[in-house]
């Protein structure tokens, strides 16, 4: 199977643990203020779209695949 990356087109290995897969689900607010974000997905419904790490720990970091090399 060949895959590649949804956001930098490099190929992947959809196996490897360091590898991203979109999904799709329900998700429910969250409640009380030690809680940041909502981590209670239901129903999720995987999609093909894979991302490499990098990208993944770019976007989550706000910056964006074209500004890499500045840093």
């Known amino acids: ?3 590649a ?11 490897s643990r360091y ?3 979109r999904i799709v689900g329900w998700e429910r607010k969250a409640s009380g203020v030690t809680r ?3 981590s209670d997905i239901a ?3 995987p999609r093909d779209e894979y ?5 993944i720990a770019s ?6 695949a074209g500004q890499e090399s500045l840093i």
């Open 59 to 64: 976007r989550r970091g706000r910056v964006s």
């Open 43 to 45: 129903l999720r419904e």
């Open 36 to 38: 940041k974000s909502g």
């Open 5 to 15: 990356c949804a956001f930098c087109g490099d190929p992947i290995d959809p196996a």
């Open 51 to 55: 991302a490499c790490n990098a990208c």
């Open 1 to 3: 199977m060949n895959l």
């Open 19 to 21: 590898i991203w897969r």
